[in-house]
């Protein structure tokens, strides 16, 4: 089964939507993607740039620890920050 998370609009298999997944530890692309409300793509880049932190424990799987998600967003500058 299917659906469009109704906050990111992305569509996540099995049927997650991103309030569901506020508690799972451990996140694929996809699912990362729809808790920041971005593409799967940006994340693949935070990734490769080495800012987010990712596993890979197999071929072309990777996921993503929740842990590792939260760090990436406390780094980040927010605008208006002297």
Do not use: W
């Not at 469009?4 to 451990?26: K, M, R, W």
């Not at 740039?49 to 596993?55: D, E, H, P, Q, V």
């Not at 197999?58 to 996921?63: A, Y």
């Amino acid at each position: 089964m299917t659906t469009i998370s109704p906050l990111a609009g992305a569509v996540i298999p099995g049927g997650s939507n991103a309030t569901e997944l506020n508690g799972v530890a451990i996140l694929t692309k996809r699912e990362a993607a729809a808790l920041l409300r971005t593409t799967p793509r940006y994340i693949e880049r935070q990734i490769h740039a080495g800012r987010l932190r990712a596993c890979k424990p197999s071929g072309k799987l990777v996921r993503i620890l929740r842990r590792d998600l939260d760090a990436f967003l406390n780094a980040g500058a927010t605008i208006g920050d002297p």
